[in-house]
């Protein structure tokens, strides 16, 4: 049996044939050869199955596990499951990374051996014309060796677990996985949230390799079934706290921080109805972080500390808010309170507003 590769590159795949093909160059001619390239195809109905094989027939770093359409958590299980190298990384299907993104991250970890090395991204749009913009999630105020437990600012930031090296044995000793609900809706959120719950040693590089599209992202949420998908993860996370012994305080008030963030996100991506739908969930638990003394509002941004006082106080006036707020800009948001909500509406809402 031959060493262990340096990188398991995990790829989820479900129906992504448009992209793929620059998805797999990305892996094949990274400058680290000691990779395993491990192709998880979620039972897709495209030509993305007989892409993979052309892979497979060319470079035996190429792997595949093929199963019936059963959602990203499950696909990504099984991928952690199969992999064999040092470090593990993860490529979504639609995105590439630059040459020697692996060889620059797998050299910074292994000098000191961190559990986790995470990077920078950009954005990127192919249409009309490629472009890219760095998204600054690692920026020169946070590079560098930290300790997640004391330096907790990594917590809050968007989840991009794809952005980052993680040691397959620091993964393994910490039943770190993702839940396996159905589709991919936010199982990301779960899994980056164990995983910077359990580090201590992580290196943050102030660069950006990996290009994350946004031409195939979906901008709303009109499915049912996707409604409540978030609050499955935030389940998870208060799972895995109580069952490995980790209800720390600290702990339970970043993960209150980062339902605000997250829930309103949800929100903000649903259709007019599915929003009523999720509404009275989302206050429900809000106040639950509250009445269990989660919550420390110390660590919110102050928006935020408003947006949630306003839903508990008033459901029906945050609805207003939020939309009007997508009016753009104070006068237009005004403006369409004042048209849609009435004058009741309007003078409650700035009553509010001065008062919190």
């Not at 060493?3 to 620059?22: D, F, G, M």
């Not at 996707?226 to 996370?237: A, G, I, N, S």
């Not at 509250?290 to 106080?313: A, Q, S």
Request: aromatic content about 12%.
């Amino acid at each position: 049996m031959g060493a262990a590769p340096k990188v398991s590159l995990l790829v989820p795949i479900y129906n992504v044939e448009r992209y793929l093909r620059e998805c797999l160059d990305s892996a094949r001619d990274q400058t680290l050869q000691d990779i395993e390239i491990i192709c998880i195809n979620d039972g897709s109905t495209d030509g993305s199955r007989a892409i993979i094989q052309e892979y497979l027939d060319a470079d035996p770093r190429f792997k595949v596990i093929d199963k019936f359409n059963s959602g990203y958590g499950n696909s990504m299980n099984l991928g952690l499951r199969a992999a064999a190298g040092e470090y593990i990384g993860i490529l979504e299907s639609d995105d590439f990374l630059d040459l020697d993104c692996l060889e620059v991250m797998y050299e910074k970890g292994h000098a000191c051996n961190a559990e986790v090395v995470r990077a920078d991204f950009y954005l990127y749009w192919s249409v009309p014309e490629p472009r890219k913009e760095r998204f600054y999630w690692v920026d020169a105020a946070l590079e560098g060796r930290i300790n997640p437990q004391i330096d907790r600012e990594v917590f809050f930031r968007k989840s991009s677990i794809w952005a980052a090296l993680y040691r397959r044995d620091f993964l393994e000793n910490n039943n770190i996985d993702f839940l396996e609900t159905p589709g991919a809706s936010y199982q990301d959120t779960a899994f980056n949230f164990k995983v910077w719950a359990n580090c201590t040693d992580a290196v943050l590089i102030n660069k950006a390799w990996l290009h994350y599209r946004q031409d195939n992202e979906s901008s709303s949420v009109n499915s049912p079934g996707k409604v409540f998908c978030v609050c499955d993860e935030y389940e998870e996370m208060d799972r895995y706290l109580r069952e490995r012994n980790m209800d720390k305080p600290y702990l339970r008030a970043i993960i209150s921080r980062m339902r605000v963030d997250n829930y309103e996100w949800n929100y903000d991506r649903l259709n007019t109805e599915l929003r009523r739908e999720f509404l009275p969930r989302m206050r429900d638990d809000f106040i639950s972080d509250e009445v269990n003394g989660y919550l420390d509002e110390n660590i919110f941004d102050p928006v935020k500390v408003r947006n949630r006082r306003l839903l508990i106080k008033d459901p029906k006036l945050y609805m207003l808010r939020r939309e009007a707020a997508d009016q753009g800009g104070r006068q237009a948001a005004a403006a369409w309170l004042l048209k849609n909500g009435g004058l009741g509406a309007f003078i409650k809402y700035f009553v509010f507003r001065f008062t919190n």
